[in-house]
């Protein structure tokens, strides 16, 4: 399944951030989805993730709380609300799927292209 996050952009502390996640070849039903992130000099990181069903969901302890994953299967896209934006959160942020939820970038091969979220204080 190829993906495509969007929603980005430069944003004050405090403000808030809806990124989408757009799939194409394959419907995402058959897939837990998920957000990663990776700031200029660090490594990737998890952020959010939420089973095929959207039953359960998964957050990073720097998020929980103020992000919100979701889906809607109908429109083949996965969302991240990001509230209460922080400095910290500044990064490139990729969307990925796999068939069941995972919070170890190294398992999933493919990245589509992320969207650039930048916090400024």
């Known amino acids: 399944v190829q993906l495509q996050a969007s929603g980005g952009g430069l944003v004050q502390a405090g403000d808030s951030l809806k990124l989408s996640c757009t799939a194409s070849?394959?419907?995402?039903?058959?897939?837990?989805m998920h957000w990663f992130r990776q700031a200029p000099g660090k490594e990737r990181e998890f952020v959010a993730a939420?089973?095929?069903?959207?039953?359960?969901?998964y957050y990073a302890d720097s998020v929980k709380g103020r992000f919100t994953i979701s889906r809607e299967n109908a429109k083949n896209t996965a969302y991240l609300q990001m509230n209460t934006l922080k400095p910290e959160d500044t990064a490139v942020y990729h969307c990925?799927?796999?068939?069941?939820?995972?919070?170890?970038?190294?398992?999933?091969?493919?990245w589509g292209q992320g969207t650039l979220v930048t916090v400024s204080s």
């Open positions: 070849g394959r419907t995402i039903t058959n897939y837990a």
């Open positions: 939420i089973t095929r069903s959207g039953g359960r969901t």
């Open positions: 990925a799927a796999r068939s069941s939820v995972d919070s170890d970038s190294r398992d999933f091969g493919y």
